[in-house]
């Protein structure tokens, strides 16, 4: 009689079947979950450009062709946004430098100058309602709870009682003169929008960023947007010195001097172009000449921070390839603020941030792009001088602290109250909803608005964060990432105690202060997965030579 197998033998499987059955079972799960996320998609796509079709209809029976497509874009952006928030913000960030130049290309009309947050508000309130049932909190760092709460209390009184007052109680008109129609709450939440509204982005790219992946993923697309915008910005100097365009040449009187829509040329919004007059002044791709000039500052971190701080090479090329556009058309713009701020912060980081000491790794990139800046400079040497006698005379006209000086002096004496005189009051955007008065520096701004309670708040809010964020980057052991952190804290140091102009209260600044604090939070995290990650890589590594011996 034959004997038979033991039942240990027939049933034993060699790892590699094991394997393999563990591998065909996750790429069946794999399967499974991109068919339902397309699935998912479809549907929401197709409910989405339904409702879109629909209402794009009702506001092209009312207002045309132009209400109708934005109307169309919006019902489907929002309805994305909200489902999918990670890809919203990405979204949100790409648009924010390229929004100007879209909005006059649609329609220039208001509704479009805030067309940024209908990726904005639905992807946060996407990323909360998923923070909720993970029970994870959205504002990043905790460490600014206390403050952001005080400063919010305070911004909430002034919005009951000051423009709560000016609502149901306004100010009698002048006699023989018509009273102004005017929507002080509707200002005062526009106003408060404005003044506190980005401060989750904190937290939503804290989130976003995942792991070293999507944070190469989000700092080399900055790369690339301020490559697009600097490369657009050269060509729009391009075409108006060629006469492609005719900017404000042939305007006469003040007209010279003066910003127009009409004076467009093909990106951005208004721009000056007197050449007879000196006067330059490019919007490169957004809606007015100093926002540019407040783009090219802030990509002066993001590039450098790239330049010297990314793993690879070639992009570490791209990020002081990115540097060097930004230095053109800093002197190309004809914003004086840019001509002088973009080579200060660039100094300001080599000595902050401690890369002055690694200087000879980027030796013989500096050269070639030394190289570009020289022949640049040769070829336009009026330009250049014209740029430095504007920078000198009006530095001698107005010097910086002497009209800070006198913006907090004048704001202090026209100051209604303790809680100021109203959210909205001094903030471009809420035009729309009464009278405004343009404060042209951010804490008399701030003053303004929301007296010095007010302004005592939002100091201890930057504050904290600052001093956060620069005892989060020294924690970072990871070289690159530690000067990469290094960059960001800077930025949000300078910008924090920054009161010449408003950057804060627009475009693209608003923006990327709040974006590169959540940038620089999630660094340690990230740095802790590497480590732990190349730990784990050296015990298998370790294993298998114990099993070859």
Not at 91 to 107: H, L, Q
Not at 278 to 298: D, E, H, K, Y
Request: glycine share 8%; charged share 15%.
């Amino acid at each position: 009689m034959a004997k038979s197998k033991p039942k240990s033998q027939k049933s034993a499987k060699t790892p590699k079947t094991e394997k393999s059955t563990l591998d065909l079972k996750e790429r069946l799960i794999q399967k499974r979950k991109a068919a339902q996320a397309k699935k998912e998609l479809t549907s929401i796509l197709s409910t989405a450009v339904g409702g879109g079709l629909f209402l794009g209809l009702i506001l092209f029976l009312v207002g045309g062709i132009k209400a109708a497509v934005p109307g169309v874009l919006a019902v489907i952006i929002l309805s994305l946004s909200y489902k999918y928030p990670n890809y919203a913000l990405i979204a949100f960030i790409i648009y924010v430098p390229i929004g100007g130049t879209i909005t006059y290309y649609i329609g220039n009309s208001p509704i479009l100058q805030l067309a940024k947050d209908a990726f904005y508000i639905p992807a946060l309130i996407g990323l909360w309602q998923n923070l909720k049932k993970r029970r994870l909190p959205l504002i990043i760092p905790q460490g600014i709870k206390t403050p952001l709460f005080i400063l919010l209390g305070i911004c909430i009184l002034t919005l009951l009682f000051v423009n709560g007052s000016q609502q149901f109680n306004p100010t009698p008109a002048a006699p023989f003169k018509p009273v102004p129609k005017e929507f002080p709450l509707g200002m005062g939440i526009l106003g408060l929008k404005v003044f506190l509204g980005y401060v989750p982005l904190i937290g939503c790219f804290y989130y976003t960023i995942r792991n070293k992946k999507d944070f190469l993923r989000i700092t080399r697309l900055q790369i690339v947007m301020i490559i697009i915008c600097c490369v657009l910005g050269i060509i729009q100097y391009a075409f108006l010195l060629v006469g492609i365009c005719e900017g404000t040449k042939d305007a006469e009187g003040a007209a010279l001097f003066k910003a127009t829509l009409e004076a467009r040329c093909y990106f951005g919004g208004s721009l000056v172009y007197s050449p007879s007059q000196g006067m330059i002044r490019l919007p490169g791709t957004f809606v007015a000449p100093w926002q540019w000039a407040w783009f090219l500052i802030s990509s002066t971190f993001f590039s450098f921070a790239t330049g010297f701080s990314d793993p690879s090479l070639l992009w570490r090329i791209a990020g002081l390839s990115s540097m060097a556009a930004v230095f053109i058309n800093a002197v190309i713009s004809g914003q004086r603020i840019a001509l002088a701020l973009v080579p200060t912060c660039f100094v300001l980081c080599l000595l902050l941030t401690g890369q002055l000491a690694n200087l000879k790794r980027f030796i013989p990139v500096f050269g070639g792009l030394a190289m570009i800046l020289g022949i640049a400079i040769a070829s336009n040497p009026a330009v250049i001088q014209e740029r430095t006698e504007s920078f000198v005379s009006r530095w001698e006209a107005s010097p910086p602290y002497e009209f800070i000086t006198q913006q907090f002096e004048e704001v202090w004496k026209n100051l209604d109250g303790p809680l100021g005189n109203g959210l909205g009051r001094a903030t471009n955007s809420a035009r729309a909803f009464g009278d405004t008065k343009l404060v042209e520096t951010y804490y008399p701004k701030v003053m303004h608005e929301v007296g010095l309670f007010g302004v005592l708040g939002f100091l201890a809010l930057v504050t904290t964060l600052t001093i956060i964020c620069f005892r989060t980057y020294r924690l970072i052991k990871n070289r690159n990432f530690r000067s990469y952190g290094a960059a960001m804290w800077v930025f949000i140091l300078f910008i924090s105690y920054n009161t010449y102009y408003y950057p804060l209260d627009v475009d693209p600044v608003a923006v990327y202060y709040w974006f590169a604090a959540g940038i620089l939070l999630k660094l340690p995290e990230i740095d802790r997965l590497e480590r732990l990650q190349e730990e784990q890589a050296e015990r298998v590594q370790g294993q298998k030579s114990k099993q070859k011996k």
